[in-house]
C-alpha cells in the first residue's frame, strides 16, 4: 500500500475535520473582529497610518493564527486517543510515521487556510482606507507560517509527553516566546563563563531561531528573508517529527 | 498447516502507571495460552477488569505484550500483513458528528488501501451489510446508539477481513438491533470470517459461538466446546458462574 496515500487521507480528514469544527469559524470572526478595530489605531497614527494598519494587522494574525494553530495541534492527538478513534487508525495498516504526518500535515494545511482568510480580511481593511498591500506581505505571511510550522510540530511533540492539552498549549508558547529572544539569550551565553556558559549555549541551541522568520522585522532594511530561511524551518519541523515519532512509536492505546 | 486466526502464548500484559516516586504496575492478564482458529467464533466471558479489553487489544496491535508472543495469522499484530486481515470494533465506537456515515466509511477505507471504486462499493456493500443504507442521507449527530453500532460494525468489514475482533458488539441495543446484528454476525460467519467477541450478555455469545473462553483476574479459567455446554443442565450461565466465583 502507498504510505503517502495514507498520508494524504489523514491530511485531508484532519483538515475537513478541523474546517467544520465550530472553533474554525469562531476564530475567523475573532479575527475580523481584531483586524477591523485596528482601524482606530490606524486613525491615531495620523500620517503614518499605512505603516502602522500593515504592521499592527500583521501582528494580528500571527498571534490569532498562532492561537488557533496551538489550539488544535495541542489537543489533535489527545482527542483521538480520548474518543478512541485513534484505534480505528492503529487496528489498520497504517504505519504511525504516516499517521503523524498526515495529522502534522492536516494541522499546516488548516493553519495555512486561516492565514489566508485573516490576510484577506486584512487586505481587504487597507484597501477600504486606500492603500495597496504592502511590498513584503507576502514574505510575512510565508515567515509566519513557517514559524506556525516550527510551533505546531513542537507541540505535536509535546502533546505526546504531557498529561494535557493546557500543559502543552502552554509549554509550547513559552518556546514561541523564546524563540523570539533567542538571538539575545545566545549572545548573554556566550558571556557566561566557564562550564556555566557551555551549557546554557547548548541548551539554547534547542530553541528554534523564530526571528529568522521575522519578515516584518527585515523589511525596514528592505531586506525580507529569503528561501534560505527553509532550511532551518525543516531541520526544526524534522527534528520535531522524529521526536514525536519515536514517542508515537512506544504509545499503546 | 494454516496458520491459527489468532495465537496466544505465555502472555502477559501489565500496565505501568507512573506515580510521583517511582510506578503502580498493574497486571491485566497473565500466562495466557490460546488459539482462535480460521473460521471459528470464540466468544470471551469475564467480570469487569478479567482482561477482555486487553486481550482484544493485544490482537489489533493496539498494545504491545509485557511478556510472551501474540500472533495473529502467523504475523506480529504490529505488521501490515496481520493488521490487513482484521476488523475490530472497539466498545462504544466515535465518529465524527458532523459528517454523514458514508464519508466517515469512505476515510477509514481509504486507511484499508481502498480507492476508487473499489472504495465506493466497500463503502455501500458495508452500509447495506448492516443496514444503514436508509439513514444515508443523516449526519452522524443524528444516529441512535444502535445505529452508531452498526457504522462501527460497517468500518470494520469494510476491507472483507479474516478476522473480526468484536468488543461488545450487543452492548446497550434493544432487542431488534441485537436480533440484526447476530444475523449479521452469523452470515459474515458462515462466509468463512473468524469472529473473536467478547460481551457480558452470555445468552449473546451462546447463540453465536462455537466456543467460549472464561476470564478470571486475568487468566483463562476455562475453555467450554457448544457441546460441553449443551450437554449441562445449566448450559453456559452455570458453567460461567462457577468459573467465575
Known amino acids: 500500500m502507498n504510505s503517502l496515500f ?41 500620517d503614518q497610518e499605512s505603516r502602522v494598519l500593515a504592521d499592527f494587522g500583521l501582528a494580528l494574525i500571527e498571534l490569532t493564527a498562532l492561537a488557533y494553530a496551538l489550539f488544535g495541534a495541542s489537543s489533535a492527538l489527545l ?20 499517521y503523524l504526518a498526515g495529522k502534522l500535515g492536516g494541522a499546516l494545511l488548516t493553519a495555512g487556510l486561516m492565514l489566508l482568510i485573516m490576510a484577506a480580511m486584512h487586505l481587504s481593511l487597507l484597501a477600504f482606507r486606500g492603500f495597496g498591500p504592502p511590498p513584503f506581505y507576502a514574505w510575512a505571511l510565508a515567515g509566519t507560517f513557517l514559524k506556525l510550522a516550527v510551533i505546531v510540530s513542537f507541540a505535536f511533540f509535546v502533546s505526546l509527553f504531557s498529561t494535557s492539552a493546557v500543559s502543552t498549549l502552554v509549554i509550547s508558547s513559552i518556546m514561541w516566546t523564546l524563540g523570539h529572544f533567542a538571538s539575545e539569550a545566545r549572545f548573554l551565553a556566550e558571556r557566561l563563563p566557564g562550564l556555566k556558559g557551555t551549557a546554557v549555549s547548548v541548551f539554547l541551541w534547542l530553541i528554534p531561531n523564530l526571528q529568522l522568520f521575522n519578515a516584518r522585522d527585515a523589511a525596514g532594511a528592505a531586506a525580507a528573508p529569503g528561501p534560505a530561511v527553509l532550511l532551518p524551518a525543516a531541520a526544526w519541523v524534522a527534528a520535531s517529527f522524529l521526536g514525536s515519532l519515536w514517542l508515537l512509536s512506544r504509545k499503546e492505546f | 498447516m494454516t496458520a491459527p486466526a489468532v495465537a496466544f502464548s505465555g502472555v502477559e500484559k501489565t500496565y505501568k502507571r507512573p506515580r510521583l516516586l517511582g510506578a503502580e504496575y498493574n497486571t491485566a492478564v497473565k500466562g495466557l495460552s490460546f488459539e482462535v482458529r480460521p473460521g471459528e467464533v470464540t466468544g470471551l466471558l469475564g467480570l469487569n477488569g478479567a482482561g477482555k479489553t486487553t486481550i482484544m487489544k493485544l490482537i489489533t496491535g493496539l498494545l504491545f505484550p509485557t511478556a510472551g508472543r501474540v500472533s495473529v495469522f502467523g504475523h506480529s499484530p504490529a505488521d501490515v500483513a496481520a493488521k490487513a486481515r482484521v476488523g475490530f470494533l472497539p466498545e462504544l465506537p466515535y465518529f465524527p458528528p458532523q459528517v454523514k456515515p458514508a464519508a466517515a466509511l469512505a476515510y477509514y477505507g481509504r486507511l484499508s488501501g481502498l480507492s476508487g471504486a473499489e472504495l465506493s462499493l466497500a463503502v455501500g456493500s458495508s452500509m447495506h451489510r448492516t443496514g444503514l443504507e436508509p439513514h444515508a442521507g443523516k449526519r452522524i449527530s443524528e444516529f441512535s446508539k444502535g445505529m452508531l453500532q452498526r457504522l462501527g460494525l460497517a468500518q470494520a468489514l469494510l476491507h472483507k477481513p479474516d478476522l473480526l475482533v468484536l468488543d461488545e458488539p450487543v452492548s446497550g441495543l434493544d432487542p431488534l438491533a441485537i436480533h440484526d446484528i447476530r444475523a449479521l454476525l452469523a ?56 468459573a467465575v466465583k
Open chain 1, 6 to 46: 495514507l498520508v494524504r487521507a489523514v491530511a485531508f480528514n484532519s483538515f475537513s475535520e478541523s474546517v467544520r469544527n465550530r472553533f474554525f469559524t469562531l476564530f475567523a470572526v475573532f479575527a475580523f473582529t481584531a483586524v477591523y478595530a485596528s482601524v482606530l489605531a490606524g486613525v491615531m497614527a495620523v
Open chain 1, 79 to 98: 482527542k483521538e486517543a480520548e474518543t478512541k478513534t485513534i484505534y480505528l487508525v492503529f487496528s489498520r495498516p497504517v504505519p504511525r510515521w504516516a
Open chain 2, 187 to 242: 452470515g459474515l460467519n458462515a462466509e468463512g470470517r473468524a469472529i473473536f467477541l467478547s460481551s457480558h450478555s452470555i445468552s449473546e455469545v451462546e447463540k453465536l459461538a462455537s466456543r467460549v473462553l472464561i476470564m478470571v483476574r486475568g487468566a483463562l479459567a476455562a475453555t467450554v466446546t457448544r457441546a460441553q455446554w449443551e450437554a449441562s443442565p445449566g448450559g453456559l450461565e452455570k458453567l460461567f458462574v462457577e
